[in-house]
């Protein structure tokens, strides 16, 4: 008679499985704040997204950095419009947006920096470093092999 497989329940995706992990909050709301970064001057127009910047998520928050206090009160007039703009953009409802006063990063500058435009690798960066990852691992099981025959020999 055949052996039955133990069933181990539903399929779960992959994302639940490491939402518990360390750092995963983390990225999960960088994930986000790029969303809204890439989505801020359609929600507020071109004139406020030169004067403000979505700077972090904090829990269910936005934290946008504004120029001055003048464009933080302004915006905090705006602020349901600014939500719902968002979340239409994102499909994320946020709880609110907390407006601080710091300057404001020259945009293209820092797309230039930490390249913000392309969060993503090109698929010939990822292929090259793939090879690169697999020769590396490949080296040290032969190191490890190489150790096991030799500790076999001794013994």
Do not use: C
């Not at 269910?60 to 968002?86: D, F, G, T």
């Amino acid at each position: 008679m055949a052996k039955r497989r133990k069933r181990y329940g539903k399929p779960v995706a992959l994302g639940d499985i490491f939402a518990g992990q360390p750092g995963a909050k983390k990225g999960a709301s960088l994930v986000q704040l790029y969303k809204v970064q890439k989505a801020w001057t359609n929600a507020v127009g071109e004139a406020l997204a030169k004067r403000t910047f979505p700077k972090r998520v904090q829990g269910n928050k936005l934290i946008v950095a504004a120029e001055s206090p003048a464009w933080s009160h302004h915006l905090q007039l705006m602020k349901e419009h600014i939500l719902e703009a968002i979340r239409e953009s994102t499909g994320k409802e946020y709880e609110g947006i907390r407006f601080v006063t710091e300057p404001i990063p020259d945009l293209d500058e820092l797309r230039k920096k930490q390249k913000l435009s392309k969060p993503w690798k090109r698929k010939e960066e990822v292929h090259e470093d793939l090879s690169t990852l697999l020769k590396r691992v490949g080296k040290l099981r032969q190191e490890f092999e190489a150790e096991r025959t030799q500790k076999k020999k001794n013994t």
